[in-house]
């Protein structure tokens, strides 16, 4: 088998200083990646995760958000985009909101 290779590698750092680190591999093997490929999509700030999603074995497709842990219905690489950037926005507001 094979080493995963990354496809997509993106790290920024936002004003408000929280970390946002994009990453994906292609792998082989399908028996436990179905779609050919695993993520990494996660937001910090200061050692805290504000938003998450992966999926590694054994948890599958899921999304860190507000200090909890979820089963997350994974669509696409697109909408997983789509759906990491609406959840960084609201932890946005609740950093600017001080909740």
Do not use: C
């Not at 399908?30 to 490929?37: K, M, Q, V």
């Amino acid at each position: 088998m094979s080493r995963a290779v990354k496809v997509l590698h993106e790290k920024v750092r936002t004003a408000e200083g929280i970390v946002v680190e994009f990453k994906v591999w292609r792998v082989r093997d399908i028996r436990r990646y179905p779609e050919g490929f695993r993520y990494s999509f996660f937001a910090v700030r200061d050692g805290v995760v504000l938003v998450g999603y992966d999926n590694h074995v054994p948890k599958g497709h899921h999304r860190h958000f507000g200090g909890k842990q979820e089963p997350y219905a994974f669509e696409g690489l697109d909408k997983l985009r789509a759906d990491f950037k609406r959840d960084l926005e609201r932890a946005r507001l609740r950093i600017t909101e001080g909740a």
